[in-house]
């Protein structure tokens, strides 16, 4: 069975199993300095570095207070949540102002380390927890990050470990894919609202999809058949 190192800068320690990690992570949330990591440690795709975190450490929060608030009109109040691709932590601190229970994964070992709450660093493909361990899932702005086949995966692995999500994307308008690679270098991957919903659908969900007032922003409620 997979074990984790859970650590802090406190001089809290110590190693636990899959079942485990979740519970634990939860209790110890606002313990300064927590880290996670896999036995052996996991990968890291090292993609960004320190200038990926100046990007995210140079965005408003306005934006995140949007996607609180499309968290909780989408999914509701339940507990706990998985934030997929959580960064330095934005999001998460605002959802759990509003009484949610977060654990994040990311793949960038430096925002990982900037994330003051419950974060593990991860290999990017499968998501270091049992079925059913969260009520739900949100990702915001990562699946577009992904290859084809890659975004296929990750949207397995969200409905194994939860029998919901919202996911919230970089969409392609018509045949406009050009747009979504220029505004960001790191963007893998231009589907179609449809494209999208059909990605979603071969990982076994009900797709809902919602209108946010942002043309080029898909939103995406998935709930488990």
Known sequence: MTRYVVVSGEGFGVVCNATELVPLLLETAYVPDLYVWELPEPASSGEWGEGYLKVLQDEPMDPYVDKAEWVQKC???????????????????????????TVGVEVNSVAMAHNPLSCILFDGYKLPFPDDAFAAVVSMNVFEHLEYEHACQ?????????PRAFISLQKMIGDDAQFVFDTDPTHKVALSEDQWVGVFESAGAVVESFDIGKPRVGSYRLTRR
């Open 75 to 101: 999914i509701g109040h339940v507990n706990p949540i998985l934030d997929l691709g959580a960064g330095i932590g934005r999001l998460q601190v605002l959802l759990e102002q509003q009484g949610y229970k």
């Open 154 to 162: 990750m949207a397995l692995e969200c409905m194994r470990v939860a």
